[in-house]
Each structure stands twice: as structure tokens, then as C-alpha cells.
């Protein structure tokens, strides 16, 4: 029986359904054997570059079909991807690259300056390989990426083993970006759910044969997946959610490779790949999208989803007026997953007439929340404490043992992961997301979450987007600042949003000031940029104080 490793079951899955589409980007589609087959020209060319299985191979990409292939081509030869988040400069990549021990780099031409300027201080890089856009210049000795395809003889298929490393960095909250480490059959297993939460199976199947069967009667009926991952696939939530998650069901992948969010785009690309399944990154997603859909139906020209069956979130706040008001546009479920590179912690799922509370999630199989003496939080107490999450738990982080133990350790020979989510559980045994305890704000003694205080500022109508830090006191050590922008069209007084925002919160949450800003800045994933908001409520206070004087 074939091992479970993501390269041997999209083997079996091209072999099953040869001519289903397997990644779409603008006019080009590749159907999985034309997928396979590429994939397997990236792979003997890196063997033919010296590259040996555990090799790490950076993609310093946008989205695009390209990166999907040369991926699948890494896993083939059972090399290590390694994701490169296109926002970081040369320091960082260059720490990004020689923390990761990458041997070679597949980048997006626009970055080619970029990349010249730091090689030399990257010696362990023997092979770089370029993806033409149509700009840029060609460093020395590079290799064209579609030249390297046609010029190569497909690698032949080899066995390989479900030890195989999968890893993907993470930036964390805070400190220097991290490789989160997995088996590739711990993964390959774990991202099956698919089967369960959009092909309507109890049970995924178990073998790559069996889910080459499975994708192929998918596609036969005339149901197989179309995912668009609105979001990075640099990011856990693009490339788990968007890509891998459909891809095990024998699903196509949409991308868009135009940076930053494009909600007209996405719907056209909807509408025009007949998508099913789209992945964004909750309210900064979700909000402008949103807006796209209530604009074109009042223009008399609404956009067409009616193929979609389904969205899912991942990482960031998605609230439930937002949630009902996607409902009101298309029958279909929404599925927000609570979680991070480090671990899936829980879901809510909502449908027409089912949306649950905002932060609300069912938790997962093996998720506990743990007191600080590692005792488990009784539900309905109001207690709070650390989110744990046991079994598909991270091999740990590569190379930092002492963070490893910290954050992957075991309790009464359990091993959980603790990524640094604070929650509260329910009478009911549902949790209540609080947030990351890396962004908790002291104030006289008590702890407020930012993401607790930004969803009660967002519940106003004016506002469309909060984030919330916090700001030294001499009086209370911390306190509650907000940043926040307004809807268009829209105003509000301070003092009247800080009134509003009690009705959901303890007076010790509030805000103690609120200063608004033309738009608050997010990372390309949709994930809060706390540094930005910091600088900036600083900013904002010095001059504010400046003008009492």
C-alpha cells in the first residue's frame, strides 16, 4: 500500500482524473496530468541541480499557478518548501533563508533586484530559478522556470516516506519568523478533512488509492471542488485552507496573482471559474467583499455565485453581522476555523438562520483550555485560560528547541500545543476566543484582549475596521487605545463610540481614547499589523497631547 505524502496521492489523483482541472490562474488552466507532469520536470531538475530528499527549496512567489506546481514538485524528489513571505526585505530574507538552511530559491521576477543584492550573503544557495512576469532583469546563472519545464525529462516516480519533513514558517506575533515542522503523512492525514466538511463523508478516505477513487467520482458527478484562495499562498490559511485541503479531494485551485484585495476581482473570478469553495481571512476580507456584493446588486448588475457552496476563514475575527449579510447574497455555509500554524483549535459553522456569536467556536477533538497551574478551566466558570490542542500537533520548531518545549509540551502524557490563545469555556463546552496573550494589555491589573475590544468598536455602523493597543499610563501601568477607520460616508464622535462600545464591554476594556485614521493597515493575509497600530497610537497621542499643552 502507497504511503500518505501529499506527492504520491496527487499522483494517484492525476492518474484517477487525468483531464479534471487542478489550478486555474487568469487564462491558463493545467489539469492534473499536465499539473503531474510539470511537477515532476521541477523535480528532476532539482536531483539534476544535486538536491537530495530533506533539501529546503525557498518560493519567494505571488500566487499563481507556478507556485502550486513547483511546490508539488519539492514534495516529489522529498524536498521541504519553504514559503517566503514577498513582503520581507533584504535582512529578512536573508535571515528567512539561512534559518531555514535553503539550498535553492524559486522567486517572482519583480524581485529580482531584491534577490541580486543579497545572494552573495547566501552561499548555500547553489540554484535560483526564475518565474518570468515580465520584469526585472535575469541574475547570472539563473534558470528560467518554463525553460527549466521544457527542457527537462519528467522525473519517474519514486517511493517515499510518510517522515518526510513539512514545514512552514510562520511569522508569530512576535520574535523572528519560526518553522513550524509536520510529518508529511501526519499532515497529508490531517488535511483530509475536506472529505468531511465539504464532501459530506463521516470519514475521510484512508489510502491514496482510495482517494484517488473518491476525487475522481467527485468529478465524475460533476461536483469537484473550485477553490479560490483569496489569501496568500504563503500563509497557512491560503496553502492549508485554499490549496491543500481541496487539492486532497482532487479539487481545482483558482489564484489570483495581483497583490492586494481586489474584491471585484474575486467575485468576477468566482463567477467566471464557477467557483465552490472560497478561502479568505475573516473581516478584512469578509467586510469589503461584502460591500462589493450590497454595490453590485443596488447597480442592477449583482455578480454571480451562485456555485458557491461555501467560504471559510482562518486566523482573524469574522463577525456574525458580516456572516448574515454574505447569507442574505448566497444559501451556503460558512466555516470559521479558530487556529494557526501551530494547531486547529475549533469551528463555527453558519448557515441562513444558524449564525452563531461572534469569537463562538465548537471546539475540536482533543482541545482543552488549561489554567496557568495546567489544571483545565471549568466550563461556565468564567475562568480564563491557555488554549491546548492535542493530536495533530507540530513535530516542534526547527531549530529552536527551547521554544519548542515551550510551546509543544505534555500534560498528564498528553501532548498539546499551545500556540498562546486565550479563551474562556461555555456552560455549554464551547470556547470564547479572547486572543493571543503576546498582545494582552495590562491596565490596573486586569487583562483586555485587543481582539475582544476591536469586535465591540466594530459592532458600531460607522466603523469598518479597529485595532486596538496598548499605551504606557501612569496611573494604570497600560491603557486601551483604538485605531480605527469609519465606513465611507460615515462619522461618529468619540465619545459617543467609546458610549456604544460599553454596552458590550466592562468599563475596564474601553477604550480611553479612539483616534481615527483614513485606513488601518493589515498584512497581505488580513492579519493584524499590531506593530503599524502601536507606532501609529503613538504617534497620534504625542500629537494629541502636544495640542493640550
Known amino acids: 500500500m502507497a504511503e500518505m505524502h501529499f506527492a504520491t496521492i496527487w499522483e494517484q489523483i492525476a492518474d484517477q482524473q487525468p483531464d479534471a482541472p487542478a489550478v486555474i490562474c487568469k487564462d491558463v488552466t493545467r489539469t492534473w496530468k499536465e499539473y503531474e507532469n510539470r511537477a515532476a520536470c521541477v523535480a528532476a531538475f532539482l536531483h539534476s541541480q544535486g538536491l537530495k530528499p530533506d533539501a529546503k527549496i525557498g518560493l519567494y512567489l505571488h500566487n499563481g499557478n507556478e507556485y502550486l506546481e513547483a511546490q508539488f514538485g519539492i514534495m516529489k524528489m522529498r524536498g521541504v518548501t519553504i514559503n517566503v513571505n514577498y513582503r520581507y526585505h533584504e535582512e529578512e530574507l536573508v535571515y528567512l533563508l539561512e534559518n531555514a538552511d535553503c539550498e535553492a530559491l524559486v522567486y517572482q521576477a519583480c524581485y529580482a533586484d531584491r534577490v541580486a543584492a543579497i545572494r552573495d550573503r547566501l552561499p548555500a544557495i547553489k540554484t535560483f530559478i526564475r518565474i518570468e512576469d515580465g520584469t526585472g532583469e535575469s541574475g547570472q546563472g539563473d534558470f528560467e522556470y518554463e525553460r527549466v519545464i521544457a527542457d527537462t525529462v519528467p522525473m519517474p516516480r519514486i517511493e517515499r516516506s510518510e ?19 509536520y510529518s508529511a503523512g501526519q499532515m497529508s492525514v490531517g488535511l483530509t478533512m475536506g472529505w468531511v466538511l465539504l ?55 483558482v489564484t489570483i496573482p495581483e497583490l492586494g484585495l481586489n474584491p471585484e476581482l474575486i467575485w468576477k473570478e468566482v463567477t ?32 454571480d455565485i451562485s456555485r458557491l457552496k461555501a467560504m471559510m476563514s482562518s486566523g482573524v475575527m469574522w463577525s456574525s453581522e458580516v456572516k448574515e449579510g454574505l447569507l442574505d447574497h448566497q444559501d ?57 490542542t492535542a493530536g495533530n500537533v507540530p513535530l516542534g520548531y526547527y531549530k529552536d528547541a527551547e521554544k519548542s518545549a515551550a510551546t509543544f509540551r505534555e500534560i498528564d502524557g498528553v501532548r498539546y500545543s499551545f500556540p498562546g490563545d486565550y479563551a474562556t469555556v461555555e456552560a455549554d463546552g464551547s470556547i470564547t476566543l479572547l486572543g493571543r496573550g503576546s498582545n494582552c494589555i495590562n491596565t490596573a491589573g486586569e487583562k483586555v484582549f485587543p481582539e475582544e475590544v476591536e469586535e465591540a468598536v466594530k459592532r458600531h455602523p460607522a466603523i469598518f475596521d479597529c485595532l486596538v493597543v496598548g499605551l504606557p499610563d501612569e496611573r494604570f501601568g497600560q491603557k486601551v487605545v483604538a485605531v480605527a477607520s469609519t465606513r465611507e460616508g460615515h462619522d461618529v464622535e468619540e465619545a459617543a463610540l467609546i458610549e456604544t ?49
Not at 479568505?280 to 442592477?300: N, R, T, Y
Open 163 to 181: 517522515d518526510d519533513l513539512y514545514m512552514l514558517y510562520t511569522g508569530g506575533t512576535t520574535g523572528m519568523p519560526k518553522g513550524v515542522m
Open 199 to 253: 464532501g459530506g463523508l463521516e470519514e475521510p478516505p484512508a489510502t491514496p488509492e482510495a482517494l484517488g477513487s473518491a476525487s475522481a467520482a467527485l468529478y465524475e458527478s460533476g461536483n469537484q471542488v473550485i477553490s479560490l484562495a483569496g489569501c496568500p499562498l504563503m500563509h497557512g490559511t491560503g496553502m492549508w485552507i485554499g490549496s491543500l485541503i481541496p487539492h486532497m479531494m482532487g479539487g481545482a485551485v
Open 272 to 303: 467566471r471559474n464557477k467557483v465552490s469553495f472560497l478561502v479568505i481571512v475573516g473581516d478584512a476580507f469578509a467586510k469589503p467583499l461584502l460591500a462589493e456584493l450590497d454595490k453590485a446588486k443596488s447597480e442592477g448588475s449583482p455578480h
Open 332 to 388: 451556503m455555509i460558512l466555516i470559521d476555523a479558530m487556529g494557526s500554524t501551530e494547531g486547529s483549535m475549533g469551528t463555527s459553522v453558519a448557515a441562513r438562520g444558524a449564525v452563531s456569536e461572534t469569537a463562538k467556536f465548537e471546539t475540536g477533538e482533543g482541545v482543552k483550555v488549561f489554567n496557568e497551574d495546567d489544571k483545565e478551566v471549568t466550563p461556565g466558570s468564567g475562568e480564563m485560560g491557555m488554549i491546548g
Open 501 to 549: 462600545t460599553r454596552q458590550h464591554l466592562a468599563g475596564f476594556k474601553l477604550p480611553k481614547k479612539v483616534f481615527f485614521v483614513a485606513h488601518v493597515e493589515r498584512a497581505p493575509n488580513g492579519k493584524a499589523d499590531y506593530a503599524w497600530a502601536q507606532q501609529m497610537a503613538e504617534q497620534l497621542s504625542a500629537s494629541w497631547e502636544a495640542d493640550l499643552v
